[in-house]
């Protein structure tokens, strides 16, 4: 079929507009919109043959999480990934973060000694956060000290406290059953000699 064309001014292109309808709208090629020609047209026919069918979630509305929540999609992609939110804070918010923990997140360690380590490691980073210089008008975040020697007493009081409830949770050991000798293997290995 060969399009008939249209003179605008300098240029010459064929048009692919179709007579008026009942309407008086002009309809396009396939019915659908000159977008849909090469936009959506692949899609809307993947659909129609069926390849669309077997995705997961096909069939279900779309959860988009709370519409008041201008981040609910970045809250989704850590849940799914796996991914900790407390790396993407600044630095003395995660410090500030870790010190909320102390002294239960320090159940792990084994000696005092260790927890002591941990705990100079902390106060080191803060001066470090502390020397770091401000920019701007605004007051900024301190994230606060440890006594080394009041948290290392509270650790201990914790795991004494934790240790006497796995004690009291801990069943009584019953007697092992007795072990049957059985004398039959032997006696066979003695009959060959």
Not at 62 to 76: C, F, S, T, Y
Not at 119 to 145: E, H, I, K, T
Request: glycine share 8%; net charge neutral.
């Amino acid at each position: 079929m060969e399009l008939p064309a249209r003179r605008t001014g300098d240029t010459i292109r064929a048009t692919t507009d179709k007579a008026p309808d009942a309407s008086g709208r002009r309809a396009h090629h396939g019915g659908a919109s000159p977008h849909e020609a090469w936009a959506g047209r692949p899609s809307r026919e993947a659909g129609e043959r069926g390849e669309f069918s077997g995705l997961t979630g096909h069939g279900k509305p779309l959860d988009l999480g709370d519409p008041d929540d201008p981040d609910w999609w970045v809250k989704r992609y850590l849940d799914r990934e796996g991914l900790d939110a407390s790396a993407s804070m600044p630095p003395v918010l995660q410090l500030r973060a870790e010190h909320a923990g102390f002294p239960e997140s320090l159940l792990d360690v084994g000696t005092a000694e260790g927890v002591r380590e941990v705990l100079r490691d902390y106060n080191r980073r803060v001066v470090q956060d502390r020397l770091r210089p401000v920019f701007g008008r605004s007051v900024p975040f301190v994230a606060p000290r440890v006594d080394v020697e009041e948290m290392v007493a509270r650790w201990e009081e914790l795991r004494r406290q934790r240790d006497e409830a796995a004690a009291r949770d801990r069943p009584e050991p019953s007697a092992p059953p007795p072990q049957v000798r059985r004398a039959w293997p032997w006696a066979w290995l003695r009959r060959g000699r």
